[in-house]
């Protein structure tokens, strides 16, 4: 398993920034593709995005993190991929997504439209087969917990 984890490349892994060359009948003859793991990520995390109920994705301390990414100029761009672990091979890619659903929704079914759409999506772009997308719903989001965010009101002029 550890063995398996360390293949995996996430967010913050340099095995992330190698390219990878990805196997196509055109690749003998016209040259070949290379499809960096991060590209595959990024093509997860907004598919996962598009879906209606997912609130955010990562566990709680990589959202902290892509939070505090964001107020720094320049840093919004890494936070694309927060809560989404690939690996990718020549022909094949697995993916891993760690999501906050809205609460009140069926997590089932979100979660087999999230897939769907993840499949179609990096299928689509890349040519990869997609072999699997776990998903781990590590949270729910109340209604409640937006009117706390929001900041109170000053009472002077």
Same mark, same amino acid.
């Given at each position: 398993?550890?063995?398996?984890?360390?293949?995996?490349?996430?967010?913050?892994?340099?095995?992330?920034?190698?390219?990878?060359?990805?196997?196509?009948?055109?690749?003998?003859?016209?040259?070949?593709?290379?499809?960096?793991?991060?590209?595959?990520?990024?093509?997860?995390?907004?598919?996962?995005?598009?879906?209606?109920?997912?609130?955010?994705?990562?566990?709680?301390?990589?959202?902290?993190?892509?939070? %505090?990414?964001?107020?720094?100029?320049?840093?919004?761009?890494?936070?694309?991929?927060?809560?989404?672990?690939?690996?990718?091979?020549?022909?094949?890619?697995?993916?891993? %997504?760690?999501?906050?659903?809205?609460?009140?929704?069926?997590?089932?079914? %979100?979660?087999?439209?999230?897939?769907?759409?993840?499949?179609?999506?990096?299928?689509?772009?890349?040519?990869?087969?997609?072999?699997?997308?776990?998903?781990?719903?590590?949270?729910?989001?109340?209604?409640?917990?937006?009117?706390?965010?929001?900041?109170?009101?000053?009472?002077?002029?």
């Amino acid at each position: 398993m550890a063995e398996q984890d360390s293949e995996r490349a996430d967010n913050d892994s340099s095995e992330s920034r190698k390219p990878v060359r990805v196997g196509t009948s055109a690749d003998s003859s016209e040259g070949r593709t290379s499809i960096a793991a991060t590209v595959v990520q990024k093509i997860a995390a907004i598919a996962a995005r598009e879906i209606s109920g997912v609130h955010a994705m990562g566990g709680g301390v990589s959202r902290a993190f892509g939070a %505090l990414r964001e107020r720094i100029p320049g840093g919004s761009g890494t936070s694309t991929v927060s809560g989404v672990r690939v690996e990718v091979g020549e022909k094949q890619t697995a993916v891993d %997504l760690d999501v906050v659903v809205e609460y009140g929704l069926s997590i089932v079914e %979100l979660t087999r439209s999230v897939r769907r759409n993840v499949i179609e999506s990096v299928e689509r772009m890349t040519g990869l087969e997609v072999i699997e997308v776990n998903i781990d719903v590590n949270d729910i989001h109340l209604p409640s917990e937006d009117e706390e965010a929001e900041p109170a009101s000053s009472r002077v002029e």
